[in-house]
């Protein structure tokens, strides 16, 4: 049973609903239209939007934090005449189920295992993969277990590599050095709603601020409240440390497997630096590489763009 109210589940409906009363900038009537379902993984329920015809080539999508497969609504459909396209939510986000920590160990390893029996249970055994903030560490732990699933890299802000860590984790940084009570509280500024509004306007340019949809964080902010919700975020505050501690892994893959790869990086991203999205291309000398007028959430902008040049990319591969 999942750690959900009826209080919470109408917010979350209410802020999806909203969301839906306009058409994204990117839909498109004529292309296949996106279709919201559930799987059993391993005994969990997982959410996952999915477009495109069911044998074409498989794109999948793995989101950042706070969001969810939400933060893909406007990119799927435009790539869906082409490919399969994919876009889970993992346990304890978006509409997945959110077992108590006493059932799910919440660890990048573990939501790296649940995504990858995903891919079994839906039938997705290779793919291109679509990676931003979170689904970097998940994705690419994903990649080290088979990186003969891979067909192509997508990077959008999401960070592998050292010079990549903005100022803004130096919070995280001590909290990772001495795991005091003190230094987990302190991090719990950044889940207020406030907080979550941050990661998606800060550092952003005053004349793209009119492009976000309020629904965002809106729907980010009510999911987190559910009762436990926190306590799980800041577990995974904690555990992003050895996501830091696999860098070299990660890019010693690079090197040896030479995916195909795009690199669409919203440059004013307070997180995550342009010297990370530069630094891909050091271990994948043949990426591509857009730097955008977008900031961490660059497909609240950009979707359009983004689309394009990853329709472009992969009909090369």
């Known amino acids: 049973m999942t750690r959900t109210s009826p209080m919470h589940v109408a917010l979350a409906t209410i802020a999806l609903m909203g969301s839906m009363t306009s058409v994204p900038a990117c839909a498109d009537e004529s292309a296949p239209p996106v279709a919201h379902r559930t799987v059993s993984v391993d005994g969990l329920s997982i959410f996952y939007r999915e477009a495109g015809p069911p044998d074409a080539p498989a794109v999948l999508l793995l989101h950042g ?3 969810s497969s939400f933060m893909y609504r406007n990119l799927m459909q435009p790539l869906a005449r082409r490919y399969r396209v994919i876009a889970p939510d993992y346990p304890g986000f978006g509409q997945s189920e959110f077992p108590p920590a006493s059932r799910y160990s919440y660890t990048f390893e573990q939501l790296a295992r649940t995504m990858d029996r995903f891919t079994e249970v839906v039938g997705a055994r290779r793919y291109a993969l679509y990676i931003q903030d979170y689904g970097a560490p998940i994705g690419l732990r994903m990649a080290l277990a088979h990186p003969q699933r891979l067909t192509a890299l997508i990077v959008q802000n999401g960070n592998v590599y050292a010079e990549g860590l903005s100022s803004g984790w130096d919070p995280l940084r001590a909290y990772w050095q001495a795991p005091t009570t003190g230094n987990r509280e302190g991090l719990r500024g950044w889940l207020t709603a406030e907080g979550i509004r941050q ?12 492009r976000f949809s309020p629904d965002t964080w809106t729907l980010d902010w009510s999911l987190l409240q559910r009762p436990g919700n926190i306590d799980v975020q800041l577990d995974l505050f904690g555990d992003y440390q050895h996501n830091v501690a696999l860098y070299p892994r990660f890019q ?13 990086w919203g440059r004013h991203d307070v997180f995550f630096t342009v ?3 530069q630094a891909y291309r050091r271990d994948l000398p043949k990426a591509e590489l857009h730097l955008l007028d977008a900031g961490h959430f660059a497909l609240e902008t950009h979707a359009a763009e983004i689309a394009a040049a990853m329709l472009e990319f992969l009909a090369r591969q």
């Open 275 to 277: 010297a990370g999205a």
């Open 65 to 67: 934090f706070p969001s």
């Open 199 to 210: 990661q998606y306007v800060a550092g952003v340019p005053e004349h793209l601020l009119e």
């Open 252 to 264: 010693q893959m690079f090197r040896e497997r030479q995916f195909p790869a795009l690199i669409v």
